[in-house]
């Protein structure tokens, strides 16, 4: 990574071919610090030709460049050497992505931290890809090899921007693959920084390849684009829906990872304080800005508006501030376009149930797209609060009487990405368990995620798994390889 520090008023291109290269159109847009609304860097926005280039780039290192030689314990040991310079480059990435985003820079380093175990995970996992020996019969033998898909389309949202970045690029690379990644036009600089260790650390050019622009120009080339052999995508479903629709084309390989509406349910007996720290953080962390945001906090009655009481106490506590300053909890949304979005969902909340605490933009903040946290209750899980993603720090609590009903509420839902149960019953915990429809599931806890368990949807939150073995099978292709041990001749004409 260059020494130099990038983040004042910054000029980035793309990174194609292990240069920075300037884009046709010589267009550029802004990055903002969301907390100040002042403009942070300037980036190349890029159109087809550019597409073109980068999958020119990534496909020529897949089919003859160096790199499909590459041995899995080298490119293992490629992902080591991003990972340690990651850690290196720690300090000055959490900032850059803290300033970028505008979530507290505690949570940013934490994510640096996973980024960089992300890349050690994968590194590890390189070699440890297997084939199979197929039980055919004696007069042949059948065995299988694991090949890398080929050139990866990798498209990703701002919320968590180089964690989603090192999600995609870490098993691409550990299964041989080569890639183009398009950052989230809001939030691109800390994937560009990290361009500038690729050469360092070994990858040759071409491997990885990083376009900027936006979703409906640079995004949707790269989908469209014959020379993608796969697209890996984490956003919206809308978006999901188009994606698929378009890959439908050239029938690429395509893997979703999209929003939620997830159920954070609570029983009587849970814990009582882990319960309302748990139904705060579930939908407070990242502002809300998470797609696995406990969003629709399910409480069982009896306990019902002790529990509304007691979170909206605590959530009194929450501190909003400067991203920066290490005492912040919660900083100001990402963009004006979702500040506006959220907005609009706090005054149709209003509307469909009622306020226990926020539903504002908090008068401390002359500047920045701040939202207070804002908890609904009384909601019904028919309203639109309840049903559509907001992505911002906005719980919706609902009621429910029996476990049945929780299960049928917390079901009834377009999307099946992350769910949590809270009870001491451990009967009950395992039958809710069984019962929920989503992809992660957490008993006790909301939101801790490892780079050695799975991630996903079910329903409408999309296909495909990031994360340990799963993540990177997404990255293979199986051939069968079939060897006649017969010499005699097949004798059919
Ligand atoms: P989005 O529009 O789905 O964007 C995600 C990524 O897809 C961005 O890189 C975006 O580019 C790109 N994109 C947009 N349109 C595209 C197209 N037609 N073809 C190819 N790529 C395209 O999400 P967003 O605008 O960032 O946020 C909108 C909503 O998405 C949020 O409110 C939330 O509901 C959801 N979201 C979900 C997650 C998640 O982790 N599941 C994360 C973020 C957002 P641009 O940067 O130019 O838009
Ligand atoms: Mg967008």
């Known amino acids: 990574m260059s020494s130099s520090t990038k983040t004042e008023f910054q000029t980035y291109d793309n990174f194609i071919n292990g240069e920075w290269t300037k884009n046709a159109s010589g267009e550029m847009f802004p990055v903002y610090d969301p907390s100040t609304e002042e403009v942070i860097a300037q980036v190349a926005s890029s159109n087809q030709a550019d597409v073109e280039k980068a999958v020119k780039a990534a496909r020529a290192a897949f089919d003859s460049g160096p790199w499909a030689t590459t041995s899995a314990q080298d490119r293992g040991r490629i992902l080591f050497k991003l990972a340690e310079k990651i850690r290196q480059n720690s300090a000055r990435l959490a900032e850059l992505e803290c300033r970028n985003t505008g979530k507290p820079i505690v949570e940013a380093e934490y994510d640096i931290a996973d980024v960089a175990t992300c890349f050690e995970y994968y590194g590890g996992l390189a070699t440890k890809v297997l084939g199979s020996v197929n039980p055919v019969p004696a007069n042949a033998l059948s065995f299988t090899l694991r090949e890398p898909v080929g050139v990866a389309g990798q498209i990703i949202p701002w919320n968590y921007p180089l964690l989603m970045a090192a999600w995609k690029l870490a098993p ?26 690729f050469a360092e650390v070994g990858l040759p050019p071409g491997v990885v390849n990083i376009i900027n622009g936006l979703g409906e120009t640079a995004g949707a080339a ?34 979703l990872e999209l929003g939620g509406k997830s159920p954070n349910i609570f029983f009587t007996d849970a814990d009582w304080e882990a319960s309302i720290d748990g139904a705060l953080f579930g939908v407070f962390i990242n502002q809300g800005e998470v797609c696995s945001a406990g969003s629709r906090i399910l409480v069982e009655k009896k306990i019902y508006p002790q529990f509304v009481e007691a979170m909206t106490e605590k959530a009194k506590r929450i501190k909003l501030g400067a991203p920066l300053d290490r005492e912040t909890k919660m900083g100001p949304l990402v963009s004006k376009e979702q500040y506006d979005r959220v907005s609009s969902y706090l005054e149709l909340g209003k509307k469909e149930a009622k306020v226990a605490i926020g539903g504002n933009r908090p008068r401390e903040f002359g500047k920045g797209f701040y939202l207070e946290p804002t908890i609904f209750y009384d909601v019904d899980n028919t309203a639109r609060i309840a049903r559509e993603e907001i992505f911002g720090p906005v719980a919706t609590v609902i009621p429910f009487e029996a476990e049945s009903d929780a299960i049928r509420i917390a079901n009834d839902t377009l999307y099946g990405l992350a769910a949590a149960v809270w009870t001491r019953d451990i009967y009950k915990a395992f039958r809710v368990v069984k019962s929920l429809r989503a992809g992660i599931v957490w008993v006790n806890h909301m939101q801790p995620t490892y780079v050695e368990a799975p991630w996903g949807g079910y329903k409408q939150s999309g296909f495909g798994r990031e994360l340990g073995p799963w993540g990177l099978e997404e990255y293979l292709e199986t051939k069968q390889v079939f060897v006649n041990l017969d010499e005699a001749p097949i004798n059919w004409y």
């Open 222 to 255: 790269l989908v469209a684009h014959p020379g993608v052999d796969k697209i890996a995508f984490t956003g919206s479903a809308a978006v999901g829906k188009l994606i698929v629709k378009s890959a439908a084309d050239t029938l690429k390989r395509v893997t």
């Open 172 to 197: 691409a690379l550990a299964a041989g693959c080569t890639c183009i990644l398009k950052p989230a036009e809001q939030t691109p600089l800390t994937a560009l920084e990290f361009a500038n260790c």
